[in-house]
């Protein structure tokens, strides 16, 4: 296979992977299967790459944060996994792969991503500093100087030409075999197009306002430490506020748990609405200047008055024309000799009926089968509790025999990492002495560059002020310019044409007068308009008064035969549709077997407690009873004690709250 599909399959296994969901052998095994990947080869590379770029993800994960928070803020947070497994392969597999597959997998990708990527990672540097110290907080020094440090610092010589020609492809070179080949006739690169802007009109420069002159900064005094320091006095304050809070929250939950549930001295919500009511009912005896209100109208119940607009009367008139046009047509044929359809009709509601029939039997032939499987279902059911009875004691067995295994493994496992925690611990003690060391380095830094900022920052100062001295001066000339006078002035006479030649060309005073005669040509046709729209108005009218009156006579013939179908229906509604199917018949006596065969295996199946449970049960049922009376008279003694309290005068729970708030 090739280098770029075995890079891609490596970044596509590591994207799609999630450590919750399943395991590494099950992730990788579905990958490979999916995807069809039948080479031995390549499945052991992917296997060994995705195992490594999970096992040192911390180390990988250090370079690639880094790399996206410098150089990288350009590159798709997407393509983070392609950076992770470059990242493991220059670690720890360039030894095995060597410089030739190393090469070819960097050139299957975009020279740009790569060229930004190794030009940051391959830094020596950076290498034998901040990665070094990062690196070490993870990993012990031994192990991140003999396995990442020293193997890059060895390999660094042999990556230099292929960080040199990805900047050569970055930088669109010539490089040394496109020479040759130009040389023995092969076609040279040609420069890229140079662009050229338009020769557009340049807009007029707009004034330029007086810039602000920039404040001189003045030296401020430093800070006192005091500042930064909160007075002794207020955290001892803080302390003993928090103490009588605490205090305070206890005394209150005690009193509240052990408050007098029977007697509440408030008003239950039944009671308050009820007063509310009756206080309600004394208020509108007493309500003497209320203005009467009107009583709603009547409504109408039957014969509802519908208003029809228009539309509406057009449309059901043209209905109504239509069914009179079929009577006439079917009138006509009946007359010239054809057959009427009577015999049909009668024929096709007879077997109207029978299909009726059936499909009620079928209705209940389906309510007993389901009835019948329902039954089935329940036998069955008894059958497998108590199968199930049967595997439960026989897993109880398996379990106990399981929980001792296991008990006598995670003692051996307890053992094992006491003594790992041991080693860990004495290889850790060397650590404090390297943090030191690197705080100090860090504040001899810090102290360099706020000397170095304060410089240039004075420098900055003093060019801001030469500069904007030379924009004040060059403002003062463009004002000066601009403020000469210039004479514009124009005369127009309303009565002259523009003098630009065109066959319709007219003064300003010619046009309102042909825009008057216009106007009134134009309300002479509007009047003659609205004469012709009154006409039609008046036309339309006497035509919906004509389709009204056949409205009215069509539905006064439906309501009468609609009354005669109801009559029809009460009396077919009131027979009864016996079913006489045999099958239906046989499946409910089946039926009646199935529930005496459920009921005979309920009574066998019942349990009967023995002398002892009922004797437990008896025991327990004391004991829950004891329990409550126990509870209700602790609940009637801090009631009692709560009622003294309020007799006396006295209010534990503001107090509580008092001492909280000293």
């Given amino acids: 296979m090739e280098h770029g599909n075995v890079l891609r399959h490596c970044v596509a296994v590591l994207n799609c992977f999630d450590a919750d969901r399943a395991s590494l052998e099950d992730h990788i095994s579905d990958y490979i299967s999916d995807n069809e990947i039948e080479d031995e080869a390549t499945q052991t590379f992917l296997i060994e790459v995705f195992s490594g770029c999970v096992r040192y993800v911390k180390v990988m994960r250090l370079v690639v944060d880094s790399f996206y928070s410098s150089d990288g803020s350009r590159c798709l947070r997407s393509e983070r996994n392609l950076y992770t497994v470059l990242c493991y392969l220059t670690l720890y597999r360039l030894d095995e792969l060597g410089l030739s597959h190393f090469t070819k997998f960097i050139d299957s990708q975009d020279f740009n991503k790569m060229h930004r990527f190794f030009n940051y990672f391959l830094d020596k540097e950076s290498i034998r500093s901040w990665m070094k110290s990062e690196w070490s907080k993870i990993y012990e020094d031994e192990y991140v100087s003999t396995t990442l440090v020293k193997p890059l610092l060895r390999w660094f010589l042999h990556l230099q030409p292929i960080k040199k020609k990805l900047a050569d492809k970055v930088a669109n070179k010539v490089t040394v075999d496109t020479v040759s080949s130009a040389k023995t006739g092969g076609a040279l690169k040609r420069s890229a197009t140079v662009p050229e802007p338009f020769n557009l009109t340049q807009p007029q420069p707009r004034r330029i306002p007086t810039p602000e002159k920039i404040p001189v900064l003045t030296k401020?005094?430093?800070?006192?430490?005091?500042?930064?320091?909160?007075?002794?006095?207020?955290?001892?304050?803080?302390?003993?506020?928090?103490?009588?809070?605490?205090?305070?929250?206890?005394?209150?939950?005690?009193?509240?748990?052990?408050?007098?549930?029977?007697?509440?001295?408030?008003?239950?919500?039944?009671?308050?609405?009820?007063?509310?009511?009756?206080?309600?009912?004394?208020?509108?005896?007493?309500?003497?200047?209320?203005?009467?209100?009107?009583?709603?109208?009547q409504s109408m119940k039957d014969n509802i008055p519908v208003r029809l607009n228009a539309a509406s009367i057009l449309r059901e008139g043209i209905l109504f024309k239509k069914k009179e046009d079929e009577q006439t047509k079917e009138l006509e044929h009946l007359e010239s000799g054809a057959r009427d359809a009577g015999e049909f009709l009668t024929w096709q509601q007879t077997m109207r009926q029978q299909d009726f029939a059936q499909e009620l039997a079928?209705?209940?032939?389906?309510?007993?089968?389901?009835?019948?499987?329902?039954?089935?279902?329940?036998?069955?059911?008894?059958?497998?509790?108590?199968?199930?009875?049967?595997?439960?004691?026989e897993m109880k067995q398996q379990a106990s025999e399981l929980m001792m295994q296991y008990l006598e493994q995670r003692f051996e496992d307890e053992m094992t990492m006491r003594q790992l925690v041991e080693e860990v611990m004495s290889g850790h003690k060397n650590v404090k002495k390297v943090k030191q060391q690197l705080v100090e380095y860090k504040q001899k830094l810090v102290q360099e560059v706020n000397e170095e900022s304060k410089e240039?920052?004075?420098?900055?100062?003093?060019?801001?002020?030469?500069?904007?001295?030379?924009?004040?001066?060059?403002?003062?000339?463009?004002?000066?310019?601009?403020?000469?006078?210039?004479?514009?002035?124009?005369?127009?006479?309303?009565?002259?044409?523009?003098?630009?030649?065109?066959?319709?060309?007219?003064?300003?005073?010619?046009?309102k007068e042909r825009l008057n005669l216009y106007k009134v040509a134009q309300e002479k046709e509007e009047c003659d308009k609205r004469d012709e729209i009154i006409q039609s108005k008046l036309a339309k009218d006497q035509m919906l008064m004509?389709?009204?009156?056949?409205?009215?006579?069509?539905?006064?013939?439906?309501?009468?035969?609609?009354?005669?179908?109801?009559?029809?229906?009460?009396?077919?509604?009131?027979?009864?549709?016996?079913?006489k199917d045999r099958s239906v018949l046989e499946l409910q006596e089946k039926l009646e077997q199935r529930k005496a065969e459920r009921l005979k295996q309920t009574e066998n199946n019942k349990i009967v407690p023995s002398r002892l449970s009922k004797q437990q049960t008896g025991s327990l049922i004391?004991?829950?009873?004891?329990?409550?009376?126990?509870?209700?008279?602790?609940?009637?003694?801090?009631?009692?004690?709560?009622?003294?309290?309020?007799?006396?005068?006295?209010?534990?729970?503001?107090?509580?709250?008092?001492?909280?708030?000293q």
């Fill in 220 to 297: 401020h005094k430093p800070v006192p430490s005091t500042t930064y320091e909160s007075p002794e006095t207020e955290k001892q304050l803080d302390e003993i506020r928090l103490k009588n809070r605490r205090l305070a929250e206890e005394m209150l939950m005690e009193a509240n748990r052990k408050q007098f549930a029977c007697a509440q001295m408030e008003k239950s919500d039944k009671a308050k609405h009820k007063m509310a009511e009756i206080a309600s009912e004394q208020e509108k005896l007493l309500d003497f200047n209320r203005s009467k209100a009107r009583p709603p109208p």
């Fill in 622 to 661: 004391e004991q829950k009873k004891a329990r409550e009376e126990a509870r209700w008279k602790e609940l009637e003694s801090s009631r009692e004690r709560q009622a003294q309290f309020r007799a006396g005068g006295a209010k534990p729970a503001a107090s509580v709250f008092l001492f909280a708030d």
């Fill in 456 to 511: 240039l920052l004075r420098q900055a100062l003093e060019d801001a002020e030469q500069e904007m001295k030379q924009k004040i001066e060059l403002i003062r000339q463009i004002r000066a310019m601009e403020a000469v006078p210039k004479t514009r002035q124009k005369f127009v006479n309303l009565t002259d044409t523009a003098g630009y030649g065109l066959l319709s060309e007219m003064s300003i005073a010619e046009l």
């Fill in 546 to 579: 004509d389709t009204l009156e056949t409205i009215s006579r069509h539905r006064s013939e439906l309501s009468r035969q609609a009354a005669l179908r109801l009559e029809d229906k009460k009396k077919n509604r009131n027979q009864k549709v016996e079913v």
């Fill in 362 to 393: 079928e209705v209940e032939r389906r309510r007993i089968e389901g009835k019948l499987s329902h039954e089935e279902a329940i036998l069955a059911r008894q059958t497998l509790v108590h199968d199930n009875k049967q595997r439960v004691q």
